[in-house]
Structures are given as C-alpha cells and as structure tokens.
C-alpha cells in the first residue's frame, strides 16, 4: 500500500558538536534502518549517501535510498550512485533476504530528489580531501566504492577522520557460505584492496603496540560476530511504535486501515519491511526476528563505546573453492604483520537497541501524518 508523501523537508539545524558522517549502503531493509537511526541521531551530520550493488543492483539501491531520505524529510541529502559491478566478478544479489525491490513487502512512492552528478567513489574522494580528518566513512555494503576510491586517493586512510566497517566473520559462521559474509563475498577483491590499503606500511597505527610515527586509525570492523547479537523483534517494533503513537502496524488508535490517513508513514514503512526481513531470518535462521546489522555499526560510528575491539590482522581469501571472500583474522599472530582492523568482539546490544527505539522512534512520532 503506497505511503502518504513525507512531510516537508526538515530543517536541519547545524551544531559544531556533529560527528560528519558518510555513508556507503546497498539499501536493502537494514541499510534503510541505518539511514533512519543516521537522520533520527542529532550528533549525526549526514554529509552524503553513497550506493553500491549488493542486496539489490546499484540503481534499485538508489531509489530505496533516496524514497527513505524523502519519507523522512530529508531530500536535502546527497545520494550518489558508482560502479555497478563487483571489481572482478559478476554481481550477485539476494533477493530471497530483502525482496525483489530490497525493502520487502514495503511500497514507497517513487524518489523524486535527483540522483547527485558525482560518481560515488569520487565523491568519497572529494569530500574527504575538502575535510581532511574530518569524516567517517560508516560501509554498510561491499566495498566497491571504497576500494575504488582508495586507488583514486592512497592518501584516503590519512584523510578520513575513520572508517567503520560492517563486514566480514572474524570468529563466527558466514551467512552466505559457512565462512563468508555477504558484503565481503560479493566484492573480496575490494575488500582485500582496502584491507591492504589500511595495512600500516612500516609505520605504527594510532593504538597500535609498535612504536613510531602514528599514521592513521585502524577501521573499526563489526563482523557477524556481534551484528548478529543485534536481534531486533516484534516487541522492539511494538516498543518503537509505541514511542511513536501508534500501533505496530502503523495504523494510528482507532484501528485505522493502513490506507487511511492515520497512518504514520514510518511505522508502517518499518512493519511492511521487516516482516519480509523477520519471515526470512525464519527460515534461515530459525527465529522470527531481524539481525539489523547495519544500523549497528552506524550506530558504533557515532558511539564507539558501544563496542570493544581486538587489533588483528585480516586478509581475504580469493581463491578457495569452499572459502573465496573468508575473512581470514590472524589471531595468534602467526603471519607476523602488524594489524590492519579493529575488529569488534563485543557490544553492548541493550544500550545499542534501546537507544534505537528510542530514536528512530521519536523521528517517527515527529513524521506522524
Ligand atoms: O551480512 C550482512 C550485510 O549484508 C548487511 O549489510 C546487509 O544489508 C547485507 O548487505
Ligand atoms: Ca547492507
């Protein structure tokens, strides 16, 4: 059932206490979480949205993208498309996980807010040279972009203030092959390039436990290992209804059908999605849930003390019959090369759920039609 149209765009006031955040998605049903949890957080300074092929193709990435910004007001926020394709391999999508279109069983009315003119990986370029330090680059997809842009740029380690990675299994199962993740598997080769890329190169990383010159943060990598603690349920959709008053379906009190005008767009948005999300984690995973993985490590960009890490070096396999886009952690340290992510081993998932209920939420309840 389509929604009503969005309100009119939020102004977006501008405080110096904002943390600049980009962000690379493949908009898909928890991509589109995140986005919300980004423009429901008042510490967030959401500089741009970049696409990527993955849950769905590069283009249907874009719309989803751009219809959620526009559902919640904020059309106002650059949405750039890049590569289309994996570096070195054909795509592959996955269709049975987030739906034909990549938002489920939800209907959005057509993005009307243009696409930008800047190819993505440029556009991570360009920002980060015109803020140096300044911005994290939060990847809730495979990582295309950002391999292509670190080539254009080698500087973009030194140049971004962090980058925040959700991606690979460091310790865990794959939910693709039994030892991949998605968004590693679609891309390795990218994934491998910026692994590389972060490599400390005969210098010490800030934290790192080698002396000499500090040259730039480690990504903070959150793999299947704690997304997958991050378990959002009917109750939480209730609670995060509830905060936004009105039922769980969206539907205002009163039972309102949802193609009466009291519905509230969001709410209705986030049922119809996730339905589809929990009916698949109930096949696959054997509880009628969601793991929202990528609004956690969105939510870990803003909020690092939601999680504890472990420096470890990471390579990705590319040529393993069983185990091609594996995450492989050197945890004992038997490669002898210094580490190149943070690699997230615990979060605190009840402050994290919480304060997305609470946000996405009060962003909804601000929304009501
Ligand atoms: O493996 C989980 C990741 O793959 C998430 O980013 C999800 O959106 C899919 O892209
Ligand atoms: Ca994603």
């Known amino acids: 059932m389509p929604y009503d149209q969005a309100v009119s765009d939020i102004p977006v006031g501008r405080s110096a206490r904002r943390i600049p ?7 898909g049903i928890d991509d589109s979480l995140a986005l919300l949890y980004a423009v429901a957080s008042p510490e967030c300074e959401l500089v ?42 054909a795509l592959v999508t996955t269709p049975e996980t987030h739906g034909p279109r990549g938002i489920g069983y939800a209907e959005l009315p057509p993005a009307r807010m243009p696409l930008s003119a800047r190819f ?21 997809a495979p990582l295309t972009n950002v391999a292509l842009a670190v080539l254009r740029e080698p500087e973009l380690p030194r140049l971004l203030r962090r980058l925040v990675i959700m991606g690979g299994s460091y310790r865990s199962p794959g939910n693709t092959a039994p030892t991949t993740e998605w968004n590693v598997s679609v891309d390795p080769e990218a994934a491998k390039l910026v692994f ?74 986030l049922a119809d999605a996730l339905r589809f999300y929990m009916e698949f984690h109930s096949r696959y995973d054997h509880f009628y849930g969601a ?12 909020d690092q003390t939601l999680v ?6 990471v390579d990705v396999e590319l040529s393993g019959r ?36 609470e946000r996405v939420g009060d962003l909804a309840a601000g929304l009501a039609g």
Not at 120 to 140: F, H, K, Q
Not at 295 to 302: E, I, K, R, S, V
Not at 328 to 355: C, H, Q, S, T, Y
């Open 21 to 27: 955040i980009l962000i690379d998605c493949d908009t």
């Open 196 to 269: 590389e890329a972060w490599a400390p190169i005969g210098s010490a990383v800030a934290g790192s436990d080698v002396a000499g010159p500090v040259a730039f943060a480690r990504p903070i990598a959150l793999g299947l290992d704690v997304t997958e603690r991050a378990k959002f349920l009917p109750e939480h959709l209730a609670a995060l209804a509830a905060r936004a008053g009105c039922a769980p379906d969206g539907s205002i009190a009163g039972g309102a059908a949802s193609d009466m005008p009291g519905v509230n767009p969001v709410v209705r948005y």
């Open 120 to 140: 993505s990986s440029d556009l991570i370029v360009e920002e980060a040279r015109r803020r140096p330090g300044e911005l994290t680059l939060v990847t809730l």
């Open 291 to 302: 793991f929202i993985h990528d609004p956690l490590a969105l939510a870990t960009a803003l």
């Open 322 to 357: 069983l185990t091609t886009g594996e995450t492989v952690a050197d945890w004992r340290r038997v490669w002898g090369r210094p580490p190149n992510l943070d690699v997230a081993i615990e979060v605190e998932v009840a402050r994290f759920m919480a304060r997305f209920i």
């Open 48 to 89: 741009a949205v970049t696409c990527s092929a993955g849950n769905v193709d590069a283009r249907q990435v874009a719309e989803n993208t751009r219809a959620i910004l526009e559902l919640v007001g904020r059309s106002d926020v650059e949405v750039a498309i890049g590569r289309e394709t994996p570096l070195a391999r």
């Open 308 to 313: 504890r890490t472990e420096a470890v070096t």
